[in-house]
């Protein structure tokens, strides 16, 4: 099994998806293991200190001006996981809760937070066990970190709470550790407050969002080529030096996908003829680039963000390498929040063009000889109609998820918190996004690899004709009378999830941007 070494500079979004989605094994470096073993003989000096320190030897946020005796500070660090062990709501996917701690770990083990090494070896054995605590949607503002959701994996470092066991069974926590041999942790000075005060979970869904949308962003300009093919444009705007004085690199890359999927087509280029005269395709056709560019470059953004993010050790207050201990404000989801919020826009945007051209297939005005909505015979037939409806059902709501939640602020802790950034709400609905976005292209991949089988006569580029065939064999239907359609879309949807879409183009053009 694939092991990922935590060492004190951070790590990676592969490393990311390999433990939240693979469940690799996860081991601590000896440099971490002696980072950790460094800062925490700063926080126990500070302790013993008749001065007060936050985090160490007060409360927290509102209350943080009380001085907490040192007979009351275990108690303290309990009391704080627990009562902010307070979300609501359904349960937060397992990828996500697994993502969220291996992060929260990422950053213990940098040597800034002062844990003691144990508690970061029980963070470790609790993911290689395969025990996910519960944590429920609602809890988190985005700022001093995804506070609820943490506090509800802490809590099953505790062994309280409920988790979910590698059988994938809720049982208490407690009984989960036990059965794997894992030693309820004992919480000491800052300990309980160094394993809340994270961005993890924005940041761990950010970068399964970056993943999956990736693929998605490929198959889009692959749809799209599909779709052009069926409706007999012109190749001829996917020419590099139309894109080379307009040099925004994802447009580029949108472009010679397209290209690429459109070579040795028989179906482009009839601009002329009386079938089909006309001047230009329309812009869902025509600017097929520029707007999924625009959203390449959106994640190309959102990805150096998140590189600065996984190199950070974001906990208030931390130790320095000086051995002082500072309060500060890193906790704050803003630079996570905003780009989770510009990645919905971008993908709801995708959505909305890949619709249009969806429609324009199906429209017999425009569709250039097809026929109405792909109907086998039309009128007893009533062909994708309703599919297109189901799009336009996920487009519509991609736009609602696309108002972005980082321009909301809702005070808390007494105005303490007076500003925060909504953070893990922009993720959880880009999650959301993200799956409705797979739909829409499943759509366009079936009303595209239809209307082609339609245009008899004309032969599709070969690698058009490799989607086809693999799609036909995933299970995606071709023209015929109407059927039960949801299966259909069910498999198309699945054809693009799963990635089986791009693989059978690459097939036939090499690797794709």
Not at 59 to 66: D, E, H, N, P, Q
Not at 154 to 161: D, V, W
Not at 423 to 438: I, M, Q, Y
């Amino acid at each position: 099994m694939h092991t990922v070494v935590v060492g004190t500079s951070g790590t990676t979004a592969e490393d990311v998806i390999a433990v939240a989605r693979g469940n690799a094994r996860v081991e601590l470096s000896a440099e971490a293991l002696a980072a950790l073993g460094r800062a925490r003989e700063i926080v126990d000096a500070l302790a013993a200190k008749p001065e007060p320190v936050y985090g160490v030897s007060t409360g927290f946020g509102a209350l943080a001006s009380r001085h907490i005796s040192p007979e009351l500070r275990a108690q303290l660090q309990r009391n704080i996981v627990r009562s902010h062990a307070a979300g609501m709501g359904p349960r937060v996917e397992r990828e996500v809760v697994r993502a969220l701690m291996f992060l929260r770990l990422k950053t213990v083990a940098s040597g800034h937070t002062g844990v003691r090494p144990s508690v970061a070896q029980t963070m470790a054995d609790v993911l290689n066990a395969g025990i996910t605590p519960v944590v429920h949607e609602y809890g988190s503002l985005g700022c001093s970190g995804d506070l609820a959701p943490l506090s509800h994996c802490a809590l099953a470092l505790m062994g309280e709470g409920d988790a979910e066991g590698p059988d994938g069974t809720v049982r208490p926590a407690g009984e989960l550790l036990a059965e794997h041999g894992i030693e309820p942790v004992e919480l000491r000075e800052k300990e309980g407050l160094a394993l809340l005060n994270g961005t993890d979970g924005m940041l761990g869904m950010l970068i399964m969002a970056l993943a999956d949308l990736g693929k998605l962003y490929t198959s889009a300009d692959i749809t799209a080529a599909l779709t052009l093919e069926a409706l007999l444009g012109t190749e001829k705007v996917l020419q590099p030096e139309l894109h080379a004085i307009r040099p925004h690199p994802g447009q580029g890359a949108s472009a010679a996908n397209m290209a690429a999927v459109l070579k040795g087509s028989g179906l482009t280029g009839h601009f002329q003829e009386e079938s089909a005269p006309r001047v230009q395709d329309a812009y869902s056709v025509r600017c097929a680039p520029q707007v999924a560019g625009a959203g390449r470059d959106t994640m190309a953004h959102a990805a150096l963000v998140a590189s600065r993010e996984l190199a950070a050790a974001v906990d208030n207050p931390v130790v320095l390498p000086d051995g002082r201990v500072e309060s500060n404000g890193n906790f704050h989801g803003a630079p996570v929040a905003y780009v989770l919020d510009f990645l919905a826009i971008a993908a709801a945007d995708l959505g909305s063009i890949a619709e249009r051209r969806t429609d324009r297939l199906l429209d017999k005005n425009r569709s250039h000889g097809l026929p109405p909505f792909l109907a086998d015979d039309a009128g007893v037939d009533s062909g994708l109609m309703i599919a297109q409806y189901t799009q336009a059902a996920l487009v519509s709501e991609m736009k609602r998820l696309a108002v972005p939640a980082s321009a909301d602020s809702i005070p808390s802790s007494a105005m303490q918190e007076d500003h925060v950034s909504m953070g893990w709400s922009a993720a959880r609905k880009l999650r959301t996004a993200v799956d409705n976005l797979t739909r829409i292209i499943a759509i366009e991949l079936y009303a595209a690899t239809r209307a082609i089988e339609l245009r008899h006569g004309l032969t599709a580029a070969p690698a058009s004709r490799a989607a086809i065939e693999a799609a036909r064999a995933a299970g995606v239907e071709g023209p015929g009378p109407d059927r039960f359609l949801a299966p259909d879309l069910a498999a198309a949807d699945e054809f693009i999830r799963t990635g089986a879409l791009v693989a059978a183009v690459e097939g036939v053009t090499g690797p794709l941007a």
